[in-house]
Every structure is written in C-alpha cells, then in structure tokens.
C-alpha cells in the first residue's frame, strides 16, 4: 500500500511536498514490520524506485518554476534596459505613464528580484520624470560608467557558473581567474569553482540592481546566465 501511495503521488509531486511526503514514507516504512522473505527484495526495490520517482518528478518541477522564474526576470530586465537606452537617447520621447503601464503589466517576481528591479526601475523612471535635465544627464553618464563594472562582474558570475564567456572575452576571463586565485591564497583559502548558493544569488542580484548600459551580446550573456541559475535550480 505504502508503494503505491507513492507511485500515485509521484506525478504530483513538487518542491513543496516532496519533502514532507518523503519523510513520512520514510517513518512508514521503517515502521512496517517483516515480510516474507521471497518478497523481501522485490517490495524493497519497488519503494525506492518510487521514492526516487517522487524526487525526480519534485526535480524537475523545481527545474520548470526556476525556468518560468527566469522569463519573468528577463521580461522585466528587457524592460529596464529599454528604459535605461531611452534615457541615454536625447531624440526619444518618452511618456513615463507609459513605462509605469507597462511595468505594471508584467506580473511580479519571487526570490528576492522584485525589490531589486524594481528599485532600478523606480531610478531610472525618476530620472525621466525629473524636471531638471542636468538630472537625466547625470544619469545617463552613471550609466555609461557602469558599462566596464557590469562587465567585470557578469565575467566573474560566469566563472562561478561555469558558463563560457566567448572567445572576445578569454583574455580577460583567465586575468580574473589569475586574480581569484591569487587572493584565495593571500587568504588562506581554497580556491573553489565559485560561492555558495546564497553567495551566487546575491552576485546575480547585484548584477540586476545595477543600473549599467548593455549591448545586446551583454544582454544575451545575463540572459543566459539566469537561466543557467535558473535550470541548476538556484
């Protein structure tokens, strides 16, 4: 019966429930008493192949929420950057009701990219807004200036994911590995493939909070990258 609760519940089976109905089979099962010995074998490996059913199907539910997840951040990205290019053009013209609506439009986001991109929106809707136009100046110029820190970062990002940057980029791909090493040593520490989970969450965060002019192979680059996070389920 336990077996086949599992088998059943397998298809359904997400993030959100997996751990839980696991570890209940797990209480269950440790609890069932002997079996005859004939059936031994076969009921066991019954239970695990729906055991590692139930985790293969929560897999890649998570899989598919990270690359759903993953859309709603480029759309609003893409979004941002329009913007973003809009201010730097001196010949566009611009309603911001019009970005506000189309903000709006787009639905909101989970882990933690909301306030990010949202607060990068606000920034740069504010600037357009402004009634000055020495403000709008000033931050197209921040914009510009944060074109080489973009870079810099997105490289070190995709260090840590293990994503190719391209061949334009392999000089300095192998300077900031040279430069990761070094410090690791100075420090004491081990040089590994890149930060933990949570210190990767935050360096893409911060990658998106920054307000920076993008071409568009920078902009396929992030794009790729959130959605390699996004399959590694991050």
Not at 8 to 19: H, R, V
Not at 131 to 139: G, H, K, L
Not at 176 to 190: A, D, M
Not at 226 to 232: E, F, H, I, N, P
Request: with cysteine; charged share 30%.
């Amino acid at each position: 019966a336990l077996c086949a609760r599992l088998e059943a519940a397998a298809l359904e089976a997400t993030p959100a429930t997996a751990g839980k109905l696991l570890r209940e089979a797990a209480a269950e099962w440790a609890a069932i008493g002997p079996v005859p010995r004939a059936h031994e074998a076969r009921i066991e490996k019954r239970y695990h192949a729906a055991v590692a059913a139930v985790q293969h199907h929560a897999d890649v539910a998570r899989r598919a929420a990270g690359l759903a997840l993953a859309g709603a951040v480029r759309d609003k990205l893409r979004l941002i950057q329009a913007l973003e290019n809009a201010i730097v053009n001196p010949d566009a013209h611009t309603n911001p009701d019009d970005w506000r609506a189309r903000w709006e439009a787009l639905v909101p986001l989970e882990g933690g990219y909301e306030p990010v991109l949202h607060a990068r929106f606000e920034a740069a809707l504010g600037a357009l807004e402004g009634d000055r136009a020495e403000d709008r100046a000033d931050y197209a110029r921040q914009l510009e200036a944060n074109r080489e820190r973009l870079l810099h970062d997105l490289l070190r990002l995709e260090i840590a994911a293990g994503i190719d940057s391209g061949a334009e980029f392999a000089r300095e791909r192998l300077k900031l590995q040279v430069e990761v090493l070094q410090s690791s040593l100075k420090s004491g520490h081990r040089a590994g493939p890149g930060p933990g989970q949570g210190g990767a969450a935050r360096g893409v965060h911060e990658l998106l909070a920054l307000p920076a002019l993008a071409d568009a192979r920078t902009e396929t680059r992030i794009e790729h990258l959130l959605t390699r996070y996004a399959k590694d389920g991050r």
